[in-house]
């Protein structure tokens, strides 16, 4: 059982940064990979970025491409979402997700994880 929990989000200008975090519980956090989804009002929950379980391998959506950073760090059971040069549509509430599905192809796919956070907002101005 992995019990997530996110925070870091609030109302950025655009063109600003923040950074969101995802901390784990219990002992099992490094055999995840970890994803980070966003679901915007009247859309459907989208994927954002993947990291593998160790963080050698790292999987972005177009959308996002070169402006996001997943990282993690095991020892603290966190998993960080770095995001700059934030544009009005990246507002959405922001969710982390474990998985055990270790293909990065795969991780886009959010019927492939088994635990989710509760979200957080992210609110971009223009």
């Known amino acids: 059982q992995v019990q997530l929990v996110e925070s870091g989000g609030g109302l950025v200008q655009a063109g600003g940064s923040l950074r969101l975090s995802c901390a784990a519980s219990?002992?099992?956090?490094?055999?995840?990979?970890m994803g980070w989804f966003r679901q915007a009002p009247g859309k459907e929950r989208e994927f954002v970025a993947g990291?593998?379980?160790?963080?050698?391998?790292?999987y972005y959506s177009d959308s996002v491409k070169g402006r996001f950073t997943i990282s993690r760090d095991n020892a603290k059971n966190t998993v960080y979402l770095q995001m700059n040069s934030l544009k009005p549509e990246d507002t959405a509430v922001y969710y982390c997700?474990?998985?055990?599905?270790?293909?990065?192809?795969?991780?886009?796919?959010?019927?492939?994880?088994?635990?989710w956070g509760q979200g957080t907002q992210v609110t971009v101005s223009s």
């Open positions: 990291i593998s379980w160790s963080g050698g391998s790292t």
């Open positions: 219990g002992r099992t956090f490094n055999r995840y990979h």
């Open positions: 997700a474990a998985t055990t599905v270790g293909l990065p192809s795969l991780w886009a796919r959010r019927d492939k994880y088994d635990y």
